[in-house]
Structures are given as structure tokens and as C-alpha cells.
């Protein structure tokens, strides 16, 4: 128990399955305790009895649809009022994936609400506390397609861009202090999401899947050394390389203050 003392809490969102569940899985045996959250209290329930037992870490759950703003205005609250919180894994998300005549308004609007909404109302309410404290940790889970969109997922990468930037920027304000903030871009993972999402697993290239399990476990590395930004199934670092410096040089490009010599043609 002294050893939870000093690690303190990790919230988990999202926690009653796929990668939250294993993150909290992960996060008890580093020997956190956690405050888990989600819409289905029997698996949460379910996974804080075990994690309890074998574990000997305490475990408290929120119950609460995130995309409700009087749920997600319960759940800010709790974290506001709870000092013993050191970590945030804004891991909660959702999904549908198809052409956006094919998508509801209802299902349209969920995805901004859970996965930008909630991504930043919980961040901006435990880093605060983080600030003050010159400490703390903080992971948002965007994903490949936060950087690229397919025909089916403009509304979902518009989300998970969202999360990019406005973790790239977190990072930036937070230069020079103690609080980790590290942005992950999960590719195809198998989980729930993608029946969630109206593609099924079997549906695709069964090459391209990685299993949850190694998922976090590649994101916990990533964390463990360091990285801002983790692309778990990415194997070349020399890609991710070029992809930052082509970012950062179209961006310096960017800043010259005169039209292209191509437009000013004819
Ligand atoms: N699997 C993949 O291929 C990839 C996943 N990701 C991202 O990883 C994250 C985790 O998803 P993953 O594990 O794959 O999928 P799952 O569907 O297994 O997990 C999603 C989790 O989010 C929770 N959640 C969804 N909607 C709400 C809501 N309205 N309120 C509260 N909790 C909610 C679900 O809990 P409950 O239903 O009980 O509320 C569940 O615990 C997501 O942000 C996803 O976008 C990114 C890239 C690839
Ligand atoms: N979660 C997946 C799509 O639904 C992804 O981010 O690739």
C-alpha cells in the first residue's frame, strides 16, 4: 500500500473493455490505484473485483456515459476533488465508420462529444492539479487515423485529429515541467470498436491487426522511454522522423508572408 501511496491514481476511461481494460490491468500491476470509467458497470465491476484481489490496489468506478454532458459534468467533478489522481488516460472512444449520408446525426454527434468533448474537459481538469504539483501524467488516445481519413471515416479522423493537435499543443505549453503528456496512434487493434463501428474484424486484412495486449504494452514502452508521440505498430523510427520533419518544415515554409511563385504565374 505505500507503494499506491506514491504512485497515486490512475484514471482509465473506457476501461470495460478492449485497450482501457488492459491499460488498467497494467497500470494495477505497476501498483496504481485506479479510478476506472465507463457506460457498463458489470464489466467494470467484474474488472475491480479482480484487479483488487490480485492486485491489493484500490479500485473505484464511475459509472457514466461520457457523451452525456450531465455525466461527464459528474465525473469532472469527481476528478476535480480527488488530489491522489497522477495519471489521466483519456482512452474512451467511439466509432462509426461510414460515408457521413450514411451516418446519423445522433451518431455524428456522439463521436465529437466522447471522443473530443470528454478528451478535453478530463484533461483540463486534472492538469491543474498536475501544474500545481509539477507532476503528472497524461495520455490521450488518438490514432492513425487522427493523420489520414478514408472514405468512411471523415467524421472519426476529424475527431482523432482533434486529439493530435490538441495533445501536440498540451505538449508544447508543458515544455520544461514534470508532467508527461504523450499522444498514441494506435492502428487496427482487435477490440470492440470496429462492431461498434459497423466494420467487423473479419472484414479486413487479418495481417494488419495487432492484439490489445500489445498495443499497450508498445504504448507503456513508449511511456516508459520517453516519447511524446508513440505509434505502436510502427516499426521504422525513420519514418516517424520524416514525417515530424516534413510537419515542421511545411510549417517553417509556411511562415513567409507572400503568395507561392506558382500563383503568381500569368
Ligand atoms: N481498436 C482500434 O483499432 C483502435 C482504437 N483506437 C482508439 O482506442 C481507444 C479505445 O478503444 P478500443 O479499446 O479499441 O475499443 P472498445 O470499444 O473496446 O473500447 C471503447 C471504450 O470506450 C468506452 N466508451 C465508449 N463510449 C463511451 C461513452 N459514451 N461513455 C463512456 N465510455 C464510453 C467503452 O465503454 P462502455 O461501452 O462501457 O461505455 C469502452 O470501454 C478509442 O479512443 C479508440 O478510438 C485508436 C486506433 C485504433
Ligand atoms: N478505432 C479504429 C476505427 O474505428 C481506428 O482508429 O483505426
Redesign the pocket.
Known amino acids: 500500500m505505500e507503494e499506491n501511496k506514491q504512485l497515486g491514481t490512475a484514471v482509465v476511461?473506457?476501461?470495460?473493455?478492449?485497450?482501457?481494460e488492459i491499460f488498467a490491468e497494467r497500470l494495477a500491476k505497476r501498483g496504481y490505484n485506479l479510478k476506472l470509467?465507463?457506460?457498463?458497470k458489470d464489466?467494470l465491476d467484474k474488472l475491480a473485483a479482480k484487479l483488487q484481489s490480485k492486485y491489493s490496489i484500490q479500485v473505484t468506478n464511475l459509472v457514466?456515459?461520457?457523451?452525456s454532458e450531465t455525466d461527464l459534468e459528474n465525473v469532472v467533478n469527481n476528478l476535480k476533488a480527488d488530489k491522489s489522481i497522477t495519471m489521466l488516460i483519456n482512452?474512451?472512444?467511439?466509432?462509426t465508420l461510414a460515408p457521413i449520408t450514411a451516418t446519423s446525426v445522433a451518431k455524428q454527434k456522439?463521436m465529437v462529444d466522447?471522443?473530443i468533448t470528454a478528451l478535453m474537459l478530463l484533461s483540463n481538469t486534472v492538469l491543474p492539479h498536475f501544474i500545481e504539483k509539477n507532476e503528472g501524467v497524461l495520455i490521450n488516445?488518438a490514432?492513425?487515423?487522427g493523420f489520414y481519413s478514408l472514405p468512411v471515416s471523415s467524421i472519426y479522423s476529424g475527431t482523432?485529429g482533434f486529439v493530435v493537435q490538441y495533445t501536440r499543443g498540451l505538449q508544447e505549453e508543458l515544455k520544461g515541467t514534470n508532467i508527461r503528456v504523450q499522444l498514441v496512434n494506435?492502428?487496427?487493434?482487435a477490440?470492440?470498436?470496429?462492431e461498434?463501428g459497423g466494420v467487423p474484424l473479419s472484414a479486413l486484412d487479418q495481417s494488419t491487426i495487432m492484439t490489445?495486449e500489445d498495443c499497450v504494452d508498445a504504448t507503456l514502452s513508449g511511456l516508459d522511454k520517453g516519447e511524446l508521440t508513440t505509434h505502436p505498430s510502427v516499426n521504422d523510427q525513420k519514418i516517424i522522423d520524416a514525417y515530424e520533419d516534413a510537419r515542421n518544415q511545411l510549417f517553417g515554409a509556411s511562415q513567409s508572408g507572400r503568395p507561392a511563385e506558382r500563383y503568381l504565374q500569368n
Do not use: F, Q, Y
Open positions: 476511461t473506457g476501461a470495460s473493455s478492449g485497450l482501457g470509467v465507463a457506460r457498463r464489466r457514466a456515459d461520457l457523451g482512452n474512451a472512444g467511439t466509432s456522439e466522447v471522443n488516445i490514432s492513425v487515423l482523432k494506435p492502428a487496427t487493434t477490440t470492440e470498436i470496429w461498434v490489445a
